[in-house]
């Protein structure tokens, strides 16, 4: 059994699986095949926010029906953007690591000698090594404790072996003519399943094309940002929420300890003394068909709403991207004083919210006090040019 078993507190958990997420749920087919590919006996399957396969490798003699993977549940518990280093047993090393979403990624749930953990980490990016977090032999017991189960139903694969002794156990008991007819059945299930998947296949690469084809406006991108400021607690356990930023797809949450430790904290990236974390989720704004209309004028606009609320900005030429073609474009930084859904920045056109800042005006250990909490800070990009 290559796979490992954990025991405690009435619970085994499972470690050493290979992870892949689907954006939806796999054929069982696929799954057959990436698991023969790869030489796994059994796969579980996870649904969350992606369809989660972990593909395990177990003695033939395995007759189990379910198991429990330890990797699910330390993602869980420690949150999002980790990367953990636990030593399960004597001389064994087991990687978990969660992107910017808590989803497992490829590598994670992976059992390594001390020496092959070495050179596994030398291919890293060094900043996922700056998020290590190490647990040895004595912290493991007290980490298992705080995991919440979570069995899920285990499927097995069979195996070249156990299908050529089927195939043999059939065609002695089935005439010429039945196995005949059996496998044009075979061959007929084969082709639908082929063209149903190259029809998920188009649909898939469909909606891709139109994903591409939609944009996300300014009022639709704050709207998102401010719902999930809305949305977030100010207190947790013992800890507080200072300040908050969107950025792209994600809103970022910063906590403070105020008394509460590490085992209740929020789930998120934890400083080096533990006083100060990092929680990020993502943000979903609604995605519209683009409307081109010229830009010309679009920062006289700009610079106009600025200054009807007091607000004194400059524009700079935007020279993060050399060489590009397509308009030209400036960037601006500005403290917007209200709360920035009262306004239309849709009536900018060619204007792109990059980041919106705010505090929510909470101080304690670990931080410092934050100044006007009614203050959002804002880094937005102008298109300059005309567009098509």
């Known amino acids: 059994m290559s796979s490992i078993a954990l025991k405690a507190e009435n619970h085994e958990w499972y470690l050493d699986a290979r992870w892949i997420a689907f954006r939806k749920r796999p054929s069982r087919r696929m799954l057959l095949n990436r698991a023969r590919k790869i030489g796994a006996t059994h796969y579980v399957l996870d649904q969350g926010p992606v369809w989660l396969v972990g593909f395990y490798t177990f003695d033939e003699n395995v007759r189990m029906k379910a198991l429990t993977p330890a990797a699910l549940s330390v993602a869980k518990y420690l949150g999002a953007n980790i990367y953990a280093v636990i030593e399960p047993v004597p001389g064994k090393f087991w990687v978990v690591a969660t992107d910017s979403q808590g989803v497992l990624k490829p590598f994670a749930d992976t059992v390594l000698s001390a020496d092959d953990l070495e050179r596994f980490e030398a291919r890293f990016d060094p900043e996922i090594l700056e998020r290590r977090v190490t647990i040895d032999l004595s912290g493991i017991d007290p980490l298992l404790s705080r995991l919440e189960p979570q069995s899920l139903k285990l499927v097995a694969i069979k195996t070249p072996r156990t299908l050529i002794l089927l195939g043999l156990l059939t065609g002695l008991l089935a005439c010429a003519g039945g196995c005949a007819w059996l496998w044009h059945q075979h061959e007929r299930n084969l082709l639908a399943a082929d063209l149903a998947e190259q029809r998920r296949k188009q649909i898939l690469d469909e909606h891709m094309k139109e994903a591409r084809l939609t944009v996300v406006t300014p009022d639709d991108w704050i709207t998102a940002c401010m719902q999930a400021e809305k949305n977030s607690p100010l207190y947790h356990a013992g800890w507080l ?27 998120g990236q934890a400083d080096g003394k533990g006083d100060r974390i990092v929680s990020t989720v993502g943000i979903e704004p609604r995605r519209v068909h683009p409307v081109h209309v010229s830009t010309r004028g679009a920062a006289r606009l700009l610079q106009a709403k600025l200054q009807a609320s007091g607000v004194e900005a400059d524009l700079h030429p935007d020279t993060t991207r050399p060489g590009s073609v397509g308009p030209a474009a400036s960037s601006i930084q500005f403290d917007w004083p209200t709360d920035p859904r009262t306004t239309s920045w849709n009536a ?7 980041s919106l800042r705010g505090s929510t005006g909470i101080s304690g250990t670990g931080g410092n006090t ?19």
Not at 348 to 354: D, K, T
């Open 241 to 267: 929420a200072q300040e908050w930023a969107c950025e792209n797809d994600t809103f970022r949450v910063v906590w403070i300890r105020a008394g509460g430790t590490l085992a209740d904290a929020p789930q």
């Open 348 to 354: 900018i056109p060619g204007l792109q919210i990059i």
């Open 370 to 388: 934050p100044v006007n909490p009614g203050i959002y800070k804002i880094t937005a990009r102008l298109q300059t040019g005309v567009t098509p």
